[in-house]
């Protein structure tokens, strides 16, 4: 099967959100596997490696378009492994990750965006959030208290907020878009059971001890709030110009190949090329090469 084939195969419009339509989480299958093997998948993934080291290379030469991924999920989902192994053979040169914690004091002091827009990649790199702005309407819309840190006028902090927050969202997206930055957003869905059973894992393993916190499970029982929090604002934020993908969770060797498939489809279409020289800067290339070659 060729890799167009294979991507096909894992039936990619079953994960895409399309814009304009009401996403109910329970409709997309934490567990698909599309009938993969373990083996199969590790053996897409390091060609789909291969294949996006190419293109990034070119989209490095090129300094035209950059591309950024965001990545949000529910704690233990796999953003961290799944960001280590889909871009693991990525020059770090042309590559940016950055995790958006709790925000600095500095940070509250401006816009939501602000952070965000200071660490967007530059022209030919590729951008990773770990996490992004769209905590802004997840995260704060679970815990509300939050917004007093935030020090917003009175007349903002209203029933509207979050509906102005996804138009905002939009928006940013749209310029970025419109810019050559372009956007891809997956959201990594994990069950609720498969989120326990990783959970203890990282409890019963000291080598994974420090990849737990209480505040995990204490985050854990507000599990019904985040899954409408997120259906709320993928419904409102997937876009023609920025969609949403729902990549299945539970069996990490498939969302990993799952989400390198996108990316490298996402390289493969763009009018990727090196640059092309004019004609006297070739005639200066083969002057500098008589002199190289004249070396003794």
Not at 35 to 52: P, R, T, V
Not at 221 to 229: G, L, N, R, T
Not at 246 to 252: G, L, M, N, Q, S
Not at 264 to 281: F, V
Request: with cysteine.
């Amino acid at each position: 099967m060729d890799y167009d084939s294979f991507l096909e195969a894992l039936n990619p419009d079953a994960m895409l959100v399309k814009p304009g339509s009401k996403v109910n989480l329970k409709d997309f299958d934490s567990g698909f596997t599309g009938g993969f093997n373990k083996k199969a998948a590790k053996k897409n993934l390091q060609h789909c490696i291969g294949e996006m080291a190419s293109c990034q290379n070119v989209l490095y030469a090129q300094n035209t378009y950059a591309l950024l991924l965001i990545f949000q999920a529910m704690d233990a989902a796999g953003k961290d492994s799944t960001i280590k192994h889909v871009m693991s053979g990525i020059n770090p040169q042309g590559c940016h990750v950055v995790s958006f914690k709790q925000p600095s004091s500095e940070e509250l002091d401006h816009d939501y965006l602000w952070r965000a827009s200071k660490a967007l990649p530059e022209r030919g790199k590729i951008g990773v959030f770990n996490r992004s702005y769209y905590e802004e309407v997840l995260i704060v819309r679970v815990h509300p208290e939050i917004l007093n840190n935030q020090q917003l006028p009175d007349n903002v902090r209203g029933k509207h907020l979050w509906q102005q927050r996804f138009e905002d969202i939009n928006n940013f997206e749209k310029y970025l878009t419109n810019n050559g930055i372009l956007v891809m957003k997956f959201f990594l869905n994990v069950s609720k059971e498969e989120q326990k059973q990783r959970f203890l894992k990282r409890i019963n393993r000291p080598d994974k001890n420090w990849k737990f916190s209480v505040s995990d499970a204490e985050e854990r029982s507000h599990w019904d709030d985040y899954q409408a929090a997120y259906e709320d604002a993928l419904t409102h934020t997937s876009t023609d110009w920025a969609p949403w993908y729902v990549i299945p969770a539970d069996h990490k060797w498939f969302m990993r190949m799952t989400v390198a498939n996108f990316i490298r489809q996402k390289l493969k279409s763009l009018d990727l090329a090196y640059p092309e020289l004019e004609e006297h800067h070739l005639e200066r290339l083969q002057e500098a090469k008589i002199i190289l070659e004249s070396e003794e």
